[in-house]
């Protein structure tokens, strides 16, 4: 089992700044691949970026690429999502998840977190 735990979600405005922090316990973190998604109300969940085990290897979604950073911190087992130029479309709840190797897709991630909410004003 890895257990999931984020932070650092809150209110923003549009144009400013957030950074995810995800704390993962259980297991080697070293061994599982990284990701966050995002579920805005009335939507389906989506990916939002993903990290390889080493952090060499990164995929982000379109709709965040040049405006958000993935990244890990092995030695505390602790992955983070910066969000920079954010938008009111990116208000969401934000999700953390593991699992052995990078997916892009809800069913390629065993664990989850238990999601932290961003609101980004206009």
């Known amino acids: 089992q890895v257990q999931l735990v984020e932070s650092g979600g809150g209110l923003v405005q549009a144009g400013g700044s957030l950074r995810l922090s995800c704390a993962a316990s259980?297991?080697?973190?070293?061994?599982?691949?990284m990701g966050w998604f995002r579920q805005a109300p009335g939507k389906e969940r989506d990916f939002v970026a993903a990290?390889?085990?080493?952090?060499?290897?990164?995929y982000y979604a379109d709709s965040v690429k040049g405006r958000f950073t993935i990244s890990r911190d092995n030695a505390n087992n602790t992955v983070y999502l910066q969000m920079n130029s954010l938008r009111p479309e990116d208000t969401a709840v934000y999700y953390c998840?593991?699992?052995?190797?990078?997916?892009?897709?809800?069913?390629?991630?065993?664990?989850w977190g238990q999601g932290t909410q961003v609101t980004v004003s206009s």
């Open positions: 998840v593991a699992d052995r190797v990078v997916a892009v897709t809800v069913s390629g991630y065993d664990y």
């Open positions: 259980g297991r080697t973190f070293i061994n599982y691949a």
């Open positions: 990290i390889g085990w080493s952090g060499s290897s990164t």
